[in-house]
């Protein structure tokens, strides 16, 4: 049992997938509080059910090892259709008194969680329900322009105009092909051969032949690639960044690009999906993202970035929930940018 400096026990909830965890983090980091993770794996046939139906009966607060072992949070941060039955557990389990959370559209309806953020691309709403252009993040403005007023010193000697290259891969919906990878490092090829300082991270989705082409094409070009040794440079990336690109595989990494108010220049590899469109539509009618063939494009805008916003929702719909159950308020350390 962890209790952080407000005296809460939080739970960030989800079955492991990178993404939905960093999402409860992200808030979790925001609203100032420092959570327990929690990670269901339930077996089939339950997960066939998913996020429908039970919990695993394995993975029971009675059974050795549980994710969901009492005693239950009063804060449930949870993400990623299979850990919406074991919220739902925890809600009944603890009398209702764990006020819980859901990042994204469980699919199971706005009366699922006691709050939902949802991104607008999706068609979930409610009175509990708020809808965001990016998802939430743990790439401030305060996490930004501390990086900037000290520079890496691995990147500051870089030449102007400095463009972040973040690579991801594989996923779901998109696969680099053969010609995809060829086709992006050209275009990355192009843009050193400008005279850009192009600054490169890779992802552990990163497909082995684009991942080793990398650190030779930053070699031959006096670039930066990461690999893997020393600090993680991320956020560093984005606060001497002119420009971005971004393979667009990523939701997330997309959304923490958009915070820092740099063009994004966004490379689709093969495959897609209807969301991305709509996604990729919007952000483009706000003038942040425009399609990379190897130029420099765009002008700077306002930082987008929605994670303050889900996070002071949390804290009034959970002051609330507390009021309604006679216990004191909590005060969050929420970050003021």
């Known amino acids: 049992m962890l209790r952080d400096n407000t005296g809460l026990i939080t739970w960030v909830l989800s079955d492991g997938k990178a993404g939905d965890e960093l999402q409860g983090l992200s808030v979790a980091e925001t609203l100032g509080i420092q959570p327990e993770i929690r990670r269901v794996k339930p077996r089939a046939p339950f997960t066939w059910m998913m996020p429908w139906g039970f919990i695993d009966p394995r993975e029971r607060p009675s059974m050795p090892g549980s994710p969901i072992a009492p005693p239950y949070p009063d804060l449930l941060l949870a993400s990623g259709r299979r850990a919406v039955p074991y919220l739902r557990f925890v809600k009944r389990a603890s009398g209702a008194r764990t006020y819980t959370v859901f990042l994204k559209d469980p699919r199971t309806g706005a009366e699922t969680a006691d709050f939902i953020w949802s991104p607008d691309y999706d068609r ?138 740099k063009p994004i220049l966004v490379f689709e590899p093969s495959g897609g999906h209807p969301k991305l469109d709509v996604y990729m539509e919007r952000l483009r009618a706000h003038g942040i993202v425009h399609p990379f063939e190897g130029r420099l494009v765009g002008q700077a805008y306002e930082p987008l970035n929605s994670t303050l916003k889900i996070a002071a929702a949390i804290v009034r719909g959970f002051s609330l929930h507390r009021r309604s159950l006679g216990l004191p308020d909590i005060a969050f350390s929420l970050e003021t940018s």
């Open 124 to 261: 979930l709403r409610g009175p509990n329900v708020l809808t965001t252009l990016t998802p939430p993040h743990r790439v401030s403005a305060r996490k930004i322009e501390q990086a900037r007023a000290h520079p890496d010193p691995r990147l500051a000697a870089l030449p102007c105009p400095r463009v972040a290259v973040l690579v991801g891969g594989d996923s779901r919906h998109h696969r680099f092909t053969d010609r995809d990878v060829v086709l992006f490092l050209e275009h990355l090829s192009t843009l050193a051969q400008s005279g850009a300082g192009l600054m490169i991270t890779a992802s552990r989705r990163t497909p082995s032949s684009l991942r080793e082409a990398l650190p030779d094409l930053a070699a031959r070009h006096g670039a930066f690639f990461w690999d893997g040794t020393g600090e993680n440079p991320y956020v560093a990336l984005l606060s001497l960044a002119d420009f971005i690109v971004a393979t667009a595989d990523s939701f997330n990494m997309i959304g923490e690009a958009a915070a820092s108010g």
